[in-house]
């Protein structure tokens, strides 16, 4: 059974940090690209972070670039999103995606919490 499992999220003060971390299972983790997409209250869902399969590539969202940074040790099945200076506008709740193309396969976590509030 495929699962993704997001932990870490919480309530934090503005310029503060969290980690988030998506644990993986049911599938052959290695071989996916792995992203980070969040959605706030009446927003679209928009990707944040992303990491290709063996790590070699990442991408970020301009809104977070130079404050996230997003990871993955493949041996524990695991991608993991270190947030800092966190800003209210990061409020939303962020999402794990596992992805692949050949076979397509597209997989989701049910979501974290991450509220930046004072």
């Known amino acids: 059974q495929v699962q993704l499992v997001e932990f870490g999220g919480g309530l934090v003060q503005p310029g503060g940090s969290l980690r988030l971390s998506c644990l993986a299972s049911?599938?052959?983790?290695?071989?996916?690209?792995m992203t980070w997409y969040r959605q706030a209250p009446g927003k679209e869902r928009e990707l944040v972070a992303g990491i290709t399969s063996r790590g070699g590539r990442t991408n970020y969202a301009d809104s977070v670039k130079g404050r996230f940074t997003i990871s993955r040790a493949n041996e524990e099945n695991t991608v993991t999103l270190q947030m800092n200076s966190l800003k209210p506008e990061d409020t939303a709740v962020y999402y794990c995606?596992?992805?692949?193309?050949?076979?397509?396969?597209?997989?989701w976590g049910q979501g974290t919490q991450v509220t930046v509030s004072s």
């Open positions: 995606n596992a992805y692949r193309t050949v076979p397509a396969r597209d997989y």
């Open positions: 049911g599938f052959t983790f290695s071989l996916y690209d």
